[in-house]
C-alpha cells in the first residue's frame, strides 16, 4: 500500500517563476492538504482540497492555487515566486473533508529553493 | 487565537533517560491532539495523538498527558534511545477545522 508521494523531491526556480508541486495521496483517502514548512519552523497550512474544491484555507495570499483531480491527486501552484518562498511544500492525505478528524498522513515533501 | 506554543527548542537526554516535550493551545476548539516525529529531510510522521476525552494515552515508550482544563498537553518518551533523536512536533486540529496548526518543533538528541 503506497503512501503519499510527492513530485519533484527538490526544485530551483528564480524569483518571478512559477512553479507546480504534485501529489497522489495514500490510497482511499479523498483529502489533500497542504503545509509549507520553512527551516527549522513548524509546518503552516496553505489549504484543503476535498470533493475538487478548496475547502479550508490558510494566511496564504492569492499568488498560492491549488486543484484536486477526480483520482484525489493534487496540485500546489506558486506565481510570482518570492525568495521567501523557498520551504519544504508538504503535501497530507486523509479521509473524509475538512470535518474529519482522521489522521493526516504525510508525504516527503518537495523541497523549494527560490535563488 | 489559534497558536500552539511548544516547548522546549532543543532537548538533550542520554540514553534510557526520560524525554519530556510540552505544549500548550488557545483555540479551546481544537478536539484532536497529535504528536509528529520528523527526521531529516523527511515528512512529519504520526507518533501518537490523543482526543480530549482522555487524559492520558500510552503506546509503547510513548505517552501523551493531557490537561482539559489548563489546555496543555504533552509527550513523554521513556527508555529514550539514540534513534529518537529528531523534530517532535505537537499540533491541534478537530472537527470544526481539519487543517493542524502545529507547534515549532523540538529538536531531540539522545546521547548513547
Known amino acids: 500500500d503506497a503512501g503519499v508521494t510527492q513530485s519533484p523531491t527538490h526544485l530551483i526556480k528564480t524569483r518571478g517563476q512559477q512553479v507546480t508541486l504534485r501529489c497522489s495521496p495514500k490510497s482511499g483517502h479523498d483529502t489533500v492538504s497542504w503545509y509549507q514548512q520553512a527551516l527549522g519552523q513548524g509546518p503552516q497550512f496553505i489549504f484543503q482540497y476535498y470533493e475538487e474544491e478548496e475547502r479550508q484555507r490558510g494566511n496564504f495570499p492569492d499568488r498560492f492555487s491549488g486543484h484536486q483531480f477526480p483520482n484525489y491527486s493534487s496540485e500546489l501552484n506558486v506565481n510570482a515566486l518570492l525568495l521567501g518562498d523557498s520551504a519544504l511544500y508538504l503535501c497530507?492525505?486523509?479521509?473524509?473533508?475538512?470535518?474529519?478528524?482522521?489522521?493526516?498522513?504525510f508525504g516527503p515533501g518537495t523541497r523549494l529553493t527560490v535563488l | 487565537q489559534q497558536q500552539v506554543k511548544q516547548s522546549p527548542q532543543s532537548l538533550i537526554v542520554q540514553k534510557g533517560g526520560i524525554s519530556i516535550i510540552n505544549c500548550a493551545y488557545e483555540?479551546?476548539?481544537?478536539?484532536?491532539f497529535p504528536w509528529y516525529q520528523q527526521f531529516p529531510g523527511k515528512g512529519p510522521a504520526l507518533l501518537i495523538a490523543i482526543r480530549p476525552d482522555v487524559s492520558e494515552k500510552k503506546e509503547g515508550r510513548f505517552t501523551i498527558s493531557f490537561n482539559k482544563s489548563a489546555k496543555q498537553f504533552s509527550l513523554h518518551i521513556m527508555d529514550s534511545q539514540p534513534g529518537d533523536s529528531a523534530t517532535y512536533f505537537c499540533a491541534g486540529g478537530g472537527t470544526s477545522y481539519g487543517k493542524l496548526t502545529f507547534g515549532q518543533g523540538t529538536i531531540l538528541t539522545v546521547h548513547p
Open positions: 483555540n479551546t476548539a481544537f478536539d484532536y
Open positions: 497530507a492525505s486523509s479521509w473524509g473533508g475538512p470535518h474529519s478528524t482522521d489522521t493526516q498522513y
